[in-house]
Structures are given as structure tokens and as C-alpha cells.
């Protein structure tokens, strides 16, 4: 009987030990971005992509499907004084509906929280996204979850906020031996990758060049097929992310790889 109490108490401790090092390590992988102060009195919101939000896969910022990406709903297409020409892809938002301004904001003001996806164009006719507005393109169901869909155009008031995400940054290999487009998603505390390098395991660094939204490019035969590969990140708050080895010797184009988180 003592020896069943004595391992049912090793057992315990284990448990307790292991639970504490996962809560350690979620620690040292939480950001330390801590967003922005609130902005109020100078964005509005609207909504597209049609009530299940299909209208809303693609985008500027290259990340194709939003399901299959992570990004769901929870999205919006920004106008160009916010979008930085496709810097802040991945970028995300608190916003809520400014009562002072909108007689359909919903009852107690809720906030909701969403990612930079998409860019919302400028029509050169005073359209809400033509600069320098600052504007929100919400999918729908975001924008419903704010005020009353009959509502169409709120103001409302925002501010940057961390970006929580479940697993690592992933990259996706795309192009060709001697054109490779790497796709970046799912990137946490600031979210917005304003650098990316990468290095192969017989190679140095290499500073990708960014091609659109956060498509990263490296042109020329740089033989990184054969070679385990490893991602180097600079989000907008300066915090350097690196995954070493994040995609094996034998990775091909069209797969995607998960490295560390921000």
C-alpha cells in the first residue's frame, strides 16, 4: 500500500512538474508586443464578402484561403492610409462601434478582434477607402458582431493589439529552383512581417525580397532544394523570430512547414 501511495504521489508531482515547464515555456513564446492606444474619431467600417464571408478568400495579402490559413472570419480588407502598402498584412485589430457616432451599434458596445487580410481599394471618387480615410472593410460576420447590418457605414474607434495564434509561424514553399515565393501566415504578437530572411543548411543568410502582401521572393540558383531550411522574421515592433530547420533537406514546392512563434 505504501508503494501504490508513494507512486501515485511520484505520479502527481510529475504532473504538477510538467504542468508547470509548459506554462514556463508558453511564458518565454508569449510577445511581448503590447499594441496601440485607441484611435477614436477618425476610421469607419463597412462589410463584404457576403454573410458566410466567402467573398472574402484571397486577398492582397496572399493568403489565399483563410480557412485552410487559420484567419477564418475574423478578418478585414484595410484602406491604403492603414494597409502600408501591404506591411501590415497579418496586423491585428481591436475595434468598436463608436456609440457617439451610430445609432446600430449593438447593445453593450461589444469589441471584437481581427486580422489585416485584405485591401480594401481606392475609387478616386470619395469612397470610404480612397486616402487618406482610415478604413475598415469588415467580413460580415465581424461587422454584425458590432452593430446592425442595416447600419451599413459606423464609425468606429481601434487600436493595434498582440496577435494570438495557435502553433508557429508557417511558411509555404512556392515558385521553383530558381524563383522561390514563401508564403508567411499565422504569425503572432505583432503579426506583421516586415523582414524575412532565409538560410539553407550548407548556405548563409539570404534577405528575401518582399513580393507582395507576405509573399517573400529569392531569385536567382540559390540551391536551397536539397537543403533543410530555416526562416528568419522581423515583425514590426523589431521582435526577431527565428525557425531553425523548419523545413526538412527533402521539402517540396507546394508544402507548408510550421517554425517558432513570436
Known amino acids: 500500500m505504501a508503494m501504490v501511495r508513494g507512486n501515485a504521489f511520484a505520479a502527481v508531482l510529475t504532473l504538477v512538474v510538467a504542468l508547470d515547464l509548459v506554462a514556463r515555456v508558453m511564458l518565454v513564446q508569449a510577445s511581448s508586443y503590447l499594441g496601440t492606444n485607441w484611435v477614436s474619431g477618425r476610421a469607419h467600417a463597412t462589410f463584404y464578402g457576403g454573410a458566410d464571408a ?11 484561403n483563410l480557412y485552410s490559413t487559420g484567419y477564418g472570419t475574423s478578418t478585414a480588407a484595410l484602406s491604403s492610409a492603414l494597409f502600408n502598402s501591404g506591411l501590415s498584412c497579418g496586423a491585428c485589430y481591436e475595434l468598436t462601434c463608436d456609440t457617439s457616432g451610430s445609432k446600430y451599434c449593438l447593445p453593450g458596445n461589444p469589441s471584437i478582434i481581427l486580422t489585416a487580410t485584405n485591401y480594401c481599394p ?22 454584425v458582431s ?33 524563383f522561390l515565393l514563401v508564403l ?21 543568410w539570404y534577405q528575401m525580397k518582399r513580393n507582395w502582401g507576405q509573399m517573400w521572393q529569392l531569385t536567382g540558383n540559390s540551391n536551397m532544394p536539397g537543403q533543410a531550411l ?23 514546392f507546394g508544402q507548408m512547414f510550421e517554425g517558432s512563434q513570436a
Not at 466567402?54 to 489565399?64: D, E, P, R, V
Not at 452593430?147 to 487600436?159: F, H, K, L, T
Not at 508567411?184 to 524575412?196: H, I
Not at 523589431?238 to 531553425?244: A, D, K, P, R
Open 230 to 252: 530555416s526562416f528568419r522574421a522581423v515583425l514590426s515592433d523589431g521582435t526577431t523570430v527565428e525557425s531553425l530547420d523548419a523545413a526538412p533537406a527533402n521539402w517540396h
Open 146 to 178: 458590432l452593430a446592425e447590418e442595416r447600419g451599413g457605414v459606423i464609425p468606429v474607434n481601434y487600436r493595434r493589439v498582440p496577435c494570438a495564434k495557435k502553433g508557429g509561424m508557417r511558411f509555404q514553399m512556392n515558385g521553383n529552383p530558381w
Open 184 to 204: 508567411v501566415t499565422n504569425v503572432g504578437g505583432a503579426g506583421d512581417v516586415q523582414q524575412l530572411s532565409i538560410k539553407g543548411s550548407n548556405s548563409g
Open 122 to 143: 481606392q475609387n478616386s471618387n470619395g469612397g470610404w477607402c480612397d486616402a487618406p480615410k482610415q478604413h475598415f472593410d469588415l467580413a460580415h460576420p465581424m461587422f
Open 54 to 64: 466567402s467573398g472574402t478568400q484571397g486577398g492582397a495579402c496572399g493568403y489565399g
